[in-house]
């Protein structure tokens, strides 16, 4: 079992950075791949960006690559989003996300093991 906590969220303008941070917590949350996904009023909820267990592999979405950087602190059992050069598009809920087995397809909901609770990122114009 893993807990999932994000903080960082807030409301910034368009071109400027964020980071957000998810603490895992549980006796094994060093062994999960961790992720992001984000969700905008209306819409499902989408894939931004999952990193491996041991720091390995980052992989984006399209919308989000080259903008955005996963990067993960097993120390800390935490992963962080550094978000840059925002704009009004990004604006969601951004939720942490945790996979506990290798193979899992980290852009599809139904391989998600476990979610955190979100985070508003409001970007204005």
């Known amino acids: 079992q893993v807990q999932l906590a994000e903080s960082g969220g807030g409301l910034v303008q368009a071109g400027d950075s964020l980071r957000l941070s998810c603490a895992a917590s549980g006796r094994t949350a060093s062994s999960y791949d961790l992720g992001w996904f984000r969700q905008a009023p209306g819409t499902e909820r989408e894939f931004v960006a999952a990193i491996s267990w041991n720091g390995g592999s980052p992989y984006y979405g399209n919308s989000v690559k080259g903008r955005f950087t996963i990067s993960r602190d097993n120390a800390k059992n935490t992963v962080y989003l550094q978000m840059n050069s925002l704009k009004p598009e990004d604006t969601a809920v951004y939720y942490c996300?945790?996979?506990?087995?290798?193979?899992?397809?980290?852009?599809?909901?139904?391989?998600?093991?476990?979610w955190g609770q979100g985070t508003q990122v409001t970007v204005s114009s």
């Open positions: 996300t945790a996979y506990k087995s290798t193979g899992r397809d980290w852009t599809k909901l139904y391989d998600v093991d476990y």
